[in-house]
Antibody, heavy 119, light 111 residues
Framework: EVQLVESGGGLIQPGGSLRLSCAAS????????MSWVRQAPGKGLEWVSVIYSSGATYYADSVKGRFAISRDNSKNTLYLQMNSLRAEDTAVYYCARGRVGGTTHFDYWGQGTLVTVSS | QSALTQPASVSGSPGQSITISCTGT?????????VSWYQQHPGNAPKLMIY???NRPSGISHRFSGAKSGNTASLTISGLQAEDEADYYC???????????FGGGTKLTVL
């Protein structure tokens, strides 16, 4: 059974850093495209970043230069390093499996982890 | 402001059919057959309902169908059931600098 479990969210001050984790089971992270998608409270979905099976990474303009996506193949885990956090980064962050480019869709999602950026 | 435009809300009675539209541009919806739809119940993660415009993942009811014409995609739910009440989001690949765009979401109310 495919399962994604996020962790690492919490309350952080503006300008701070946080690293989110997404532990996967039932499939191999390194063989798949993996994304982070966020949802601000009461708002819609926003794609954040993707890491291809090749290791290539891409980011939404809103986080480019501040966030970094990575994976640990030995732990079958996806990460999102978030630096220079802003109030507008406050959201539930979901990790999701799925292709981006060519067919683009996300077939499995985690339950999300809440990041609150506030002083 | 979301990149794709959806109606904020739609409603229908049990057994009826409803259609949710998703309008983009030639850089996303109109340029690629990579539109997907997600259902999200309150407090839950999104769930893939349709991919590549009109394909249903395994386990998704045939009551859900997708289509596209020009820059507008649509999701139709037939034989509405109470459990269909949720938020629905469309998404598309885009040739813009952010590779994926979502719609603002549509709240479906089953009367």
């Amino acid at each position: 059974e495919v399962q994604l479990v996020e962790s690492g969210g919490g309350l952080i001050q503006p300008g701070g850093s946080l690293r989110l984790s997404c532990a996967a089971s039932g499939f191999t992270v390194s063989s798949n495209y993996m994304s982070w998608v966020r949802q601000a409270p009461g708002k819609g979905l926003e794609w954040v970043s993707v890491i291809y099976s090749s290791g290539a990474t891409y980011y939404a303009d809103s986080v480019k230069g501040r966030f970094a996506i990575s994976r640990d193949n030995s732990k079958n885990t996806l990460y999102l390093q978030m630096n220079s956090l802003r109030a507008e980064d406050t959201a539930v962050y979901y990790c999701a499996r799925g292709r981006v480019g060519g067919t683009t869709h996300f077939d499995y999602w985690g339950q999300g982890t809440l990041v609150t950026v506030s002083s | 402001q979301s990149a794709l435009t959806q109606p904020a809300s739609v409603s229908g009675s049990p057994g009826q059919s409803i259609t949710i539209s998703c309008t983009g541009t030639s850089n996303d919806v109109g340029g690629y057959n990579y539109v997907s739809w997600y259902q999200q119940h309150p407090g839950n993660a999104p769930k893939l309902m349709i991919y590549d415009v009109s394909n249903r993942p395994s386990g998704i009811s045939h009551r859900f169908s997708g289509a596209k014409s020009g820059n507008t995609a649509s999701l139709t739910i037939s034989g509405l059931q109470a459990e269909d009440e949720a938020d629905y989001y469309c998404s598309s690949y885009t040739s813009g600098s952010s590779l994926v765009v979502f719609g603002g979401g549509t709240k479906l109310t089953v009367l």
